[in-house]
Nanobody, 114 residues
Framework: QVQLVESGGGLVQAGGSLRLSCAAS????????MGWYRQAPGKQREMVAI???????NYADSAKGRFTISRDNAKNTVSLQMNSLKLEDTAVYCC????????WGKGTLVTVSS
């Protein structure tokens, strides 16, 4: 079992920045990928950014150029630096980890206001 705890959400004005962090515990030694998904009201959950153990990353088109994922494999943490935030980035952001099966955090709310 892997437990994921997010932090760093909140309210920010459009154009601003936020940094999300996630700490993994439990069977975290077996994590092969960590990242972030988000779910906006009335929409399906979507991948935002993922980083694999070898350092390779995958970003949603909407995140490219604005968001940066980073990971500390030794500490089993993953962060998401979000810049130039837009109204449409408002969502609950959930930490994700994969060990052969997916794990999800409870999520942290990011609200971007005009």
């Amino acid at each position: 079992q892997v437990q994921l705890v997010e932090s760093g959400g909140g309210l920010v004005q459009a154009g601003g920045s936020l940094r999300l962090s996630c700490a993994a515990s439990g069977a975290s030694f077996s994590i092969s990928a960590m990242g972030w998904y988000r779910q906006a009201p009335g929409k399906q959950r979507e991948m935002v950014a993922i980083m694999f153990s070898d350092g390779l990353t995958n970003y949603a088109d909407s995140a490219k150029g604005r968001f940066t994922i980073s990971r500390d494999n030794a500490k089993n943490t993953v962060s998401l630096q979000m810049n130039s935030l837009k109204l449409e980035d408002t969502a609950v952001y959930c930490c994700y980890a994969f060990t052969g099966r997916p794990y999800w955090g409870k999520g942290t709310l990011v609200t971007v206001s005009s």
